[in-house]
């Protein structure tokens, strides 16, 4: 079990690539897995019940919104779409993270005194 | 993505079952496609599953926990949903009701006036019926005691007893307490500015059964209930308003109360009056009550009235068994009427004991006649709502074709009325505060209203009737407005030209107009019994009379003094220029009456009659002329009946009647008395007159003069017929009767028409109050056929035009009209005739000499009705002969 610093770093992590996941349009369940599996590598190693578990925590913040539809393959499937206050948080959520990212690499790539 | 709601409306149905079904749905479908995934990277079907669980992590963990967030979410978010739509709703109707803000003020107002008169009775009826008196703890457990006894054949059930049947009682296992107690009247001060005080005699125990706390100072303890104990006091909490300024200072001051001085130890909470209603002024312990030393182990003085609380667990029935054989055991050696007595063991409200009053059952009446003002003022605002929706069914055909649905249109206009039904409610309160007031005060002005009518349950009530009636009166038009034609409601701007009568709106006319013919027929009745009540031939004349009583200090003047006392006062108010005539009497009409043994000449034993007696009055010449009562044969009394002369008596006719029915009284011999009396002739014939009620049976009574009987003679009242009536009339009597003797405690002076009011106040407040409330509903009524005969009118433009147009003149049109409202109302007094013909059976015991079918009270409502109708439907009809043909064609 990851500590529970790392895990709210996770989770607040984790929102955002799913809020990214779905930037560009809809995307089921599994779509959402599927996706962050590939962008990442596989490397989170992070149960996919989690991941649910993020999504409809996600969808009751109201950051996204569900509705069941038709999979490509003609099965019934709950799509997830962001919302106007999903896309808001996004962005916030990026620029911070953009901010951090290049605070650390400032610090790392700073050249000896 | 649209209204979550509206896309999942079939997912609509709350509840765990379907969270957890669209969660397990959901994980199935990933499962599935992460199993396939893996069987395109080369694993069997088994492994591929496998793999897939071992991903997903604990399946079953997971399944539960999103399922339960999952309802939980959509349950607050349909809470949300719920509370927008009627937070939407309720601003809605506000809108509306702004808009047409005079058609809101008459719906709020009929509402207030059916709300507010069943508020009133029903904040009455809680006070005197339901609710038990204030400050009392667990009252259910507190009862009154009764003894039910058999005599003269008859039985007879009084809360009356004696000290030593209370006594009986205190060792009683089923009891967890007994007390005690006697109402009085005490004066309190001297001279002019002396009172009457209400004051009740009361046990130590009293206090401590009831359970209530002093609001300053102590309570009684058993120290201060012995003969001898200094005398201590407690005030009732409005009296020490009145008389001390509410200073706490009373407390440890003395209170001077008839021979008596006691001190002023506690104060009582607001309100508190005992077990009954009435107001106390001060309580007093029982054993400093004058008498005590006679009547704390006499079987014979019945003058208190005991109470008991229950030991918790135990039946009354259990109890009252136990007290029967107590005070049957108690009174093993006393007279043969008791020996079979059994104890009673009743509610702690007298009103719904034995011998509830009359006041009761007409409060009762007047709670069933406003609940049909609140039906004809529902039957009205449904009317109106009714209209209404006529009105606006071109707003009501958009909003359905925009996609509202029929459930959540009728939610709105049943919101609507809702909110009508509340600004009603807030009327209503003021209506049942100020109605309760005047009811309480006229029927029964001794209770003790300080608390006010208008209590917490009495609030609750209202609102409750008022939502009720907001929804009832609602429902029907909300339903109806929501089925409307879309095609036609858009088409055809509003006013429809299609006319369709409503049937509802003529049905609510009818009802209407019956229940208003049923409450003006009641009305009626009691008039007619208040008039013949009034006009009743009471003997004597009432009219300017006055009796007055004079209170000496107790223990001043002897008897002799007294009768001195009396004469004195006498000649003074003699000699008053107003003053026509004045007499002293032994006993004063609707107060007292005494009987003695008597024989009669010729008879070997007395004839009876249920009224009792013969009642004997003993009075100084004058009487008779004072009392305008007539002398039919023979003579009077005069100056010259006095000791030495031939001993004289005037017998009323019905006694003569009686006693000797074939022959003539005047002459005969009446024996008057104890030991072998002499002869008393009867020397006059007086016409009959009331005793003691207004409607009472037959009366046998005698008279004899003061001044032949010394012995029996002790002056309680002389009367007084003066010229003329009024305030000043009374104060001068009343002083010049205190200047006549200085050592005078108090003096009263009322008009006999005071004592005799009480037995007229049923039917006055019966007639009263359905007068009032039948003028009501037909005002309501009246109003409500203007309305929906001038909406015809509106609405029938076209049809009248077009009748206009092909030479119909203006009266046949006005004739038209009025003849469509008096048919409605014909066929509602019709429907009102016959149920208050059936409901008048029940309402015979309340009337006096006036039959429930009395033909002309129903002739003049039938006709006052028609008179309304015409003039309600005549405004309207006017408007007809107004509408220009072309006009009103071109409309469509």
Redesign the interface.
Known sequence: MPQSDDLNLLRGTLDLLILKAVAHGPR???GV??WIAEQTEDELQI????L??AL??L??RGLL?S??GM?AAQ????FY?M?AKGRRQLEKSESTWNRYAAAVSNVLTAKPE | MGDYNDSNRTRRVAGERSARVEVDEEIRFHLHMMTAFYVRQGMTKDDARRAAEKRFGNTDRYRKNLAHAHHRSKRRLAVLTAIGHLREDFRFAFRNARRSWGFTLGIALTIALGVGANATMYGIIDRILLAPPPHIQQPEQVKRIYVQRAFLGNTVVSSYITHPDYRDWTVAESFQSVAALARSARTLGHGEEAQRVQTVFATASLFPLLGVTPYRGRLFVPEDDVIGATPVAVLGHEFWRREFGASYDAIGQMIDLGPDRFIIVGIAPRGFTGVDLERVDVWLPLHSENDAERWEDHRGYYWIQSIARLRPGIEPGVAAAEATALHRAGRAESRNYDRDASVIVAPIMAASGPNASDAFTVARWLAGVSIIVLIIACANVANLLLAQGVHRRREIAIRLALGVSRARLVRQLLTGSLLFAMLGAVGAVAIAKLGGDLVGSVLMPNVDWSLGVVSGRVLVFTLAVAALTGLAAGLVPATQSSRGDLVSGLKDGGTGGVVRRSKTRVAFLIVQAALSVVLLVGAGLFVRSLDRVRSIDLGFDPERLYVATLQAEPGALDRTARIRMHENALERVRSLPFVEAASIVRSVPFRSSIGVRLRAEGLDSIPRLTSGGPYINIATPGYFETMDLRILRGRAFSTADVVGAPRAAVIGETMARHFWPRDDALGKCLYIGGEDPPCTEIVGIAEDMRRQAVIEEAQLLYYVPAAQNPDEWDPRGIFVRTRSEGATIRSALRSDLYASEPSLRFVTVNLIGDFIAPHLRSWRLGATMFSAFGVLALVVAAVGLYSVLSFEVAQRRAEIGVRAALGATGTSLVRWVVADGVRFVAIGIALGGAAAFFAGRAIQPLLYETSFRDPLTYGVVAATLLAVSVLASLIPAMRTTRVQPSEALRAE
Do not use: P
């Not at chain 1, 149960?47 to 989690?50: I, K, L, Q, T, V």
């Not at chain 1, 099965?75 to 709950?78: E, F, P, V």
């Open positions: 089921h369940g599994y897995v599927r149960e996919d019940g989690a649910y578990t409809h925590r969808e009751r919104s509705k069941w999979s099965r019934r499937a709950k779409t919302t």
